[in-house]
């Protein structure tokens, strides 16, 4: 979607895992959700 | 998802972090999230409790760049300002930080603790992701910390970062993302989106 809106120069990052101990860790475990960076750039 | 009512339990669920950061929620919060989520102690620990106990990030935005001195920035979904806080150390007495939440509990949270830090090159506005109440091509950068996965029309959301983006500006941001794909009947699960 970031290439969609014309975005270039895309980066992401490692995973993360964000919810591990928490709660809705199950919830993530499931759809092996976890967290990224991400950066991307404009055109001039 | 019907948008109105995906945004509408969103914003109770915020509301009630904002209220209540220590209680049980489905995701880590405050001083141990930012740690695990790798920002520097350096950074987190001169900001006080009411600035950082309501942080709920899913990543670290600042990860694959760090902001520079003078930057015009829009954090989306600003919550109760800690990304913002943090880019407005960033981005020094000559840049400018605007952060955008819908939820009220969140905003009259984020402008106190601006006042209380003293932060004169921060301000906070009542707005939508998908409408950001940001002129066209004002901002240098646009960060974002698990904000986006919340939004039904992530298309609108990315054409509103590339609306209020300068021509070569950045976007920064972190969200979750998932490695297996998600029936039909959970995208329909608003538990499963919120929480």
Sequence with gaps: MLEDVGLVDIVVGPPVDTFGGAPGEQNARAFDVYGYAFLARKPS | ?195
């Design chain 2, 1 to 195: 998802m019907d948008p109105d009512r995906l945004r509408s339990e969103v914003r109770d669920k915020y509301r009630d972090v904002a209220a209540h950061p220590h209680a049980e929620h489905h995701f880590h919060t405050g001083r141990p999230l930012a740690a695990r989520l790798g920002y520097p102690p350096e950074v987190v620990d001169p900001l006080p409790d009411a600035a950082v106990e309501s942080f709920a990030g899913v990543g670290n935005p600042f990860s694959l760049r760090t902001l520079r001195p003078g930057e015009s920035v829009v954090d989306i979904g600003s919550g109760a300002g800690f990304d913002s806080f943090v880019a407005a150390t960033m981005v020094g007495a000559t840049g400018r930080v605007t952060g955008v939440d819908m939820t009220p509990e969140m905003l009259a949270k984020s402008r106190a603790n601006a006042r209380a830090l003293g932060l004169r090159n921060v301000e906070f506005r009542e707005g939508l992701a998908e409408q950001l109440p940001v002129g066209t091509a004002e901002a240098d950068v646009v960060i974002s910390n698990g904000v986006i996965n919340l939004c039904a029309d992530k298309r609108a959301v990315f054409d509103e970062v590339v609306r209020v983006l300068r021509p070569g500006g950045i976007l920064q941001f972190a969200d979750i993302a998932n490695g297996r794909p998600v029936p039909e009947g959970a995208l329909r699960d608003i538990d499963l989106w919120t929480g």
